[in-house]
T-cell receptor
Framework: AQSVSQHNHHVILSEAASLELGCNYS??????LFWYVQYPGQHLQLLLKYFSGDPLVKGIKGFEAEFIKSKFSFNLRKPSVQWSDTAEYFC????????????????FGGGTRVLVKP | KAGVTQTPRYLIKTRGQQVTLSCSPI?????VSWYQQTPGQGLQFLFE???????NKGNFPGRFSGRQFSNSRSEMNVSTLELGDSALYLC??????????????FGPGTRLTVT
């Protein structure tokens, strides 16, 4: 079955520390990859996406992610976090890219709760 | 542009009842997907509609159904509610061309509590 794994359930770090969240997916074909963030009390927001091309993608708020096809990974990074980055982060994969007539069917990882201490 | 809107935001129902949730996508978006979010199961895909047709379906029982109207607005219905249906139901919209997928934008969700 197609799945998405996020390695850490909870991460606690101090402001200015670097953040890296792991994400692995199970399918070897063409996929679209996403990172979403859910701030406390807010709805899911798209941080960044990878469809094709440069495997290093930059998103909003200083986040970036690297797609490594050989490792089926799409890890999220931020060099220096702020207290406002406290949120839950979700990796998501669309496996329906070239099956049937495409479609939007996201398979989500379990999420990583990040707490940034001021 | 206005974002994805969902109504109602909160709902309390009794086991055995049915419920209808509504979603209005971002203007110009033709694809609407529904997801269920629970603490135990996380975010799970329910179904996707594109041009009034169900294009993808997740692994949920037939009690969960949906539809999409010509203006791209979508509704999902859950019949014979069970306690386990208590969840946050999220709607996401996308431009969704026929042969390509795009990023999805999520609404605030409808919090359903079944008692």
């Amino acid at each position: 079955a197609q799945s998405v794994s996020q390695h850490n359930h909870h991460v606690i770090l101090s402001e200015a520390a670097s953040l890296e969240l792991g994400c692995n997916y199970s399918y070897g074909g063409t996929v679209n990859l996403f990172w979403y963030v859910q701030y406390p009390g807010q709805h899911l927001q798209l941080l960044l996406k990878y469809f094709s091309g440069d495997p290093l993608v930059k998103g909003i708020k200083g986040f970036e992610a690297e797609f490594i096809k050989s490792k089926f990974s799409f890890n999220l990074r931020k060099p220096s976090v702020q207290w406002s980055d406290t949120a839950e982060y979700f990796c998501a994969v669309n496996y329906e890219v070239k099956i049937k007539a495409a479609g939007n069917k996201l398979t989500f990882g379990g999420g990583t709760r990040v707490l940034v201490k001021p | 542009k206005a974002g994805v809107t969902q109504t109602p935001r909160y709902l309390i129902k009794t086991r055995g009842q049915q419920v209808t949730l509504s979603c209005s996508p971002i203007s110009g978006h033709r694809s609407v997907s529904w997801y269920q979010q629970t603490p135990g199961q996380g975010l799970q895909f329910l179904f996707e509609y594109f041009s009034e047709t169900q294009r993808n379906k997740g692994n949920f029982p037939g009690r969960f159904s949906g539809r999409q109207f010509s203006n791209s607005r979508s509704e999902m219905n859950v019949s014979t509610l069970e306690l386990g249906d208590s969840a946050l139901y999220l709607c996401a919209s996308s431009i969704g061309q026929a042969l390509t997928s795009y990023e999805q934008y999520f609404g605030p969700g409808t919090r359903l509590t079944v008692t």
